[in-house]
Structures are given as C-alpha cells and as structure tokens.
C-alpha cells in the first residue's frame, strides 16, 4: 500500500530543534557533518538484520527497511546536488519525488544486507565530499524547484537531520510493532 506523500516544506528544522526527534541542526560545527553523515550511516546495518524488517508499524508509515532505503537514495542525491553547486553557479536542483521513488524503486523488496552496504558507500562518498568543502564554499548557493535556496552549510545542516529523523522513525517503528506483539 502506498504512504500518503508527504508535503511538508522541512526548511524549518533550519531554525527549530526537531520536535520529533529531537535534533538541533545548529548544534555542530558545520565542518562535522562528515562525521555525522558516517555515524548514521554505520547505524543502519543493525537495524537491518530484524526478521521483520519488511513489516511496517501501520499501513501509513514506512517499514525499516523502506527508510533505510530512502535514506541510501538522500545519501546519493544529496551528493550530487552538493556537487551541483560547487561546480555551477546557484543551481536549479533536478525534482526528486522521494514517495514515487519508494514505489519504483520497490524499496520494501530489496535485500537488507545490500541496503545496509548502500547505505555505508553512498554515505561515505557523501561525508568525504563533505571532507573537501572550505572556507568560500560553505556559502555557494543552490534552489529548490519550490523556491527554497540553500548555502552549503544550511544544505548540509538540513540533509543531516533527515537521516537523523529517519533512524528515530525506525526505532519507533519496531517499538510499536514490538509493542503490538505483547
């Protein structure tokens, strides 16, 4: 069954602690988003070795290893939009829709092992191109196609709470499913 999409415009984490989550994206130096993005990245793979990895907690909330998977495809598109705007003057970012993808991608049949292996490679290929901005860079310019523009650094603050949410989403998650098992 497809989850309802969500449109909820999440540039406000930018200027708020996450109420859901609890992560505060101006509580690192910008220069540590490497080293989160490999953090998360290394947390998934326990994650993925459940039995019910598939299941989801209800019919409108993504099962562990659909997350898991969208969090593999952040790590990838997000590596190519930082190098959008390095490499390009204020780039337009090519429309992604994160819900289609699920679907197409068939994101509830892939092999856990594999995702968790994803997961690892496209996030260290993100951290390391995180590893190699400096000084100017941190403030060149990239849009949303819904009219949001980033800098590096608040592109890189925003992108880091997604995989941050996603994993509290998981554990929440398999809490309800255990729960619901007695």
């Given at each position: 069954?497809?989850?309802?999409?969500?449109?909820?415009?999440?540039t406000?984490?930018?200027e708020?602690?996450?109420?859901?989550?609890?992560?505060?994206?101006?509580?690192f130096?910008?220069?540590?988003?490497?080293?989160?993005?490999?953090?998360n990245?290394?947390?998934?793979?326990e994650?993925?070795k459940?039995?019910d990895?598939?299941?989801?907690?209800?019919?409108?909330?993504?099962s562990?290893?659909?997350?898991?998977?969208?969090?593999?495809?952040?790590?990838?598109?997000?590596d190519f939009r930082?190098?959008?705007?390095?490499d390009?003057?204020?780039?337009d970012?090519?429309n992604?829709?994160?819900?289609?993808?699920?679907?197409?991608?068939?994101?509830?049949?892939?092999?856990?092992e594999?995702?968790?292996?994803a997961?690892e490679e496209?996030g260290?290929?993100?951290?390391?191109?995180?590893?190699?901005?400096?000084g100017d860079?941190?403030?060149?310019?990239?849009?949303?196609?819904?009219?949001?523009?980033?800098?590096?650094e608040?592109?890189?603050?925003?992108?880091?709470?997604?995989?941050?949410?996603?994993?509290?989403d998981?554990?929440?998650?398999y809490?309800?499913?255990?729960?619901?098992?007695g």
């Amino acid at each position: 069954m497809p989850i309802t999409p969500d449109t909820k415009d999440w540039t406000w984490v930018l200027e708020r602690v996450c109420p859901e989550c609890g992560f505060d994206t101006s509580s690192f130096p910008r220069e540590q988003v490497s080293g989160l993005i490999r953090e998360n990245a290394a947390q998934w793979r326990e994650l993925l070795k459940r039995s019910d990895v598939r299941e989801r907690p209800s019919d409108d909330v993504w099962s562990a290893l659909e997350y898991a998977c969208h969090v593999r495809d952040v790590f990838r598109l997000y590596d190519f939009r930082l190098h959008l705007m390095l490499d390009e003057e204020s780039p337009d970012y090519p429309n992604w829709d994160q819900d289609a993808a699920a679907v197409e991608g068939k994101y509830g049949d892939e092999d856990p092992e594999g995702v968790a292996d994803a997961i690892e490679e496209a996030g260290e290929r993100l951290a390391t191109s995180f590893d190699g901005v400096a000084g100017d860079q941190w403030g060149r310019t990239g849009n949303r196609s819904d009219g949001a523009t980033f800098t590096v650094e608040t592109f890189a603050r925003y992108m880091i709470h997604d995989p941050i949410h996603h994993l509290h989403d998981v554990r929440k998650g398999y809490e309800r499913l255990d729960s619901a098992r007695g």
